[in-house]
């Protein structure tokens, strides 16, 4: 007895000695220039505290660990010391092991084996807080073969007189289910009894469990429809209500009954409720429920209304997290219900001048939905305003591109005036260092190529381009803008007969600066210059003055040269052929031949607009086999001995 006591004093003086959590904390401070020379100290100290004999002093030590463990530090190696201390009949010692397990115990811990029988001690003591530690430690470090061994026991403990255990089981049981699904056939009667627990805080659990198992297979789920039906009609808990909610969502697809049914709960809901993230949740599962039975309920505008008017209280509202799922629910609703969403376009305006470029760029996408032809025009102005002022090249860049997408939906469904359009493209051709220039341009080519009646306002509009083009190419090696010379130039040697003074332009797609701009535009400037000679020659030959056609065909010959010294090889082929056509023009134009309608047929015919699935549409011709080989097969011999042949030369 004398010695019992006797070791016991000397356990407490070594214990007084000792350094706790505090000290090493405080130590680390005050050691910040050497603290990985202080740490491995205090590991030299712990290794020496953790072969003690004394429990306490092996906490100790475990708890210091616990906290270098989230300092980054490894502490693995005292995987089997933090047994010795889960293993403690002290619970303070019990619930330090436990933590410290959660924390650096995985799959590949090799002494996760020694756990097994220890766990299921502490699962069966008549200590509650003994399994509540073990089932909170467990849940961290749970794998498949203590998951296969600790089922039952976990399984029993649902069934539990406290609802201290009975809740933490449940959660458990989740965990058990994922690293052992075999486990689940068994345990659903006794979870599915859970969901009408006479214990609040129980009922909450089984729920999030069977919501969470619902999510990877609804259809195995659908028998539970009645009972949490009655949960969602006689529960208050929110955080409940919105899991159930949810659920709901993914089984109505599957039963479209459900869904008539859910439809009076859920507005009863969003009317009582001021609960936002519950009436978010109630309101995405109406607007699910009514697209998936928007074909056995002919009467339910009130209920869309009612959910767009809940949305527009979130979008108003300041917090930005509300309004971007606002906005997020809004988009849901404009796919199925437009007219709806559309009465409140001025919100959905208001919310392009909000800080948040994620709330802006949400906004835009509702706005592509919202347009209509009456109302086409007031949007792309007030995009256009906001465009000059937003601040970022890239916001501005998104601006633009959905400005062309919004008009260009559809093969242009909602564009009632083709001039307005022409000039918005022109005004977008404003905005510097955007990346869109070619977007722009294509657009301007689509346009004129279609839309034949816009051809005279569209050509006007590509010779002012034209004539601006300095302030375009100084930007060249800057942002892609002067992109749309490309399509100014195609345009008006295209459709040269709508040009009110070709000479002009000619003389500006001659200028010096023009062989700044990049190859391939300079390309098409060169063959369209080329179609702007023919016209003015035509009209020049007709009228009789000799004279201007000679002049104008020097002039030709004196700048066309400058693209010849291009860098592009096809823009100096094209050049360079320009040059050779114009010479012979001139030795011709000094024989006083006619050369007008040879020059012009070179580029005769006009270019109608193909859609892009037209080849199919033509007929294959009989006896014409796309598959068959247009020569013969070259057998196996001959291409052995063409390698042969290759190989020799080599």
Known sequence: MANVRFKKVKDNLERLFDKNLTDMVRGIRNNKDNEGRFIAQVMDEIKVELKQENVAVKANAVTKLCYLQMLSYDISWAAFNIIEVMSSPKFTFKRIGYLAAAQCFHD???????????????????????????????????????????????????????????????????????????????????????????????????????????????????????????????????????????????????????????????????????????????????????????????????????????????????????????????????????????????????????????????????????????????????????????????????????????CQQNNYQFITNFEWYVSVLVELTRLEGTKHGQLIAGQMLDVAIRVQAIRHFAVSQMATLLENAHVLVGNAQRNSICEVLYAAAWICGEFTEHLLDPQSTLKNMLRSKVTNLPGHIQAVYVQNILKLYSSILVKAEVEGDRQFIKDLTEMLVEKLPAFSQSSNLEVQERACSAIQMMKYVVKLLGKDVPVAEEVQALFAGELNPVAPKAQKKVPVPEGLDLDAWINEVPSSSSEEEEKEEGGANS
């Open 108 to 406: 590949g811990t090799d002494v996760m084996m020694l756990t097994t029988n220890m766990v299921r001690k502490d699962l069966n003591s008549s200590n509650m807080y003994d399994a509540g530690v073990a089932l909170a430690g467990l849940s961290c470090f749970l794998t498949c073969d203590l998951a296969r061994d600790l089922a039952n026991d976990i399984m029993t403990l649902m069934a539990s007189t406290k609802p201290y255990i009975r809740k933490k089981a449940i959660l458990v049981m989740y965990k058990v289910f994922l690293k052992y699904p075999d486990a689940l056939r068994p345990a659903f009667p006794r979870l599915k009894e859970k969901l009408e627990d006479p214990d609040p805080g129980v009922q909450s659990a089984a729920v999030n469990v069977i919501c969470e198992l619902a999510r990877r297979n609804p259809k195995n789920y659908l028998s539970l429809a009645p009972v949490f039906f009655k949960l969602m009609t006689s529960s208050t808990n929110n955080w409940m209500l919105i899991k159930i909610i949810k659920l709901f969502g993914a089984l109505t697809p599957l039963e479209p009954r459900l869904g008539k049914k859910l439809i009076e709960p859920l507005t009863n809901l969003i009317h009582s409720t001021s609960a936002m993230s519950l009436l978010y949740e109630c309101i995405n599962t109406v607007i699910a429920v009514l697209i998936s039975v928007s074909s056995g309920m002919p009467s339910h505008t009130a209920s869309i209304q009612l959910c767009v008017q809940k949305l527009r209280i979130l979008i108003e509202d300041s917090d930005q997290n509300l309004k971007y799922l606002g906005l997020l629910a809004m988009s849901k609703i404009l796919k199925t219900h437009p007219k709806s969403v559309q009465a409140h376009k001025d919100l959905i305006l208001s919310c392009l001048d909000d800080k948040d470029e994620s709330i802006r760029l949400r906004a835009l996408d509702l706005l592509y939905g919202m347009v209509s032809k009456k109302n086409l025009m007031e949007i792309v102005k007030k995009l256009m305003v906001h465009m000059e002022r937003a601040e970022g090249t890239m916001y501005r860049d998104e601006l633009l591109s959905k400005i062309i997408e919004i």
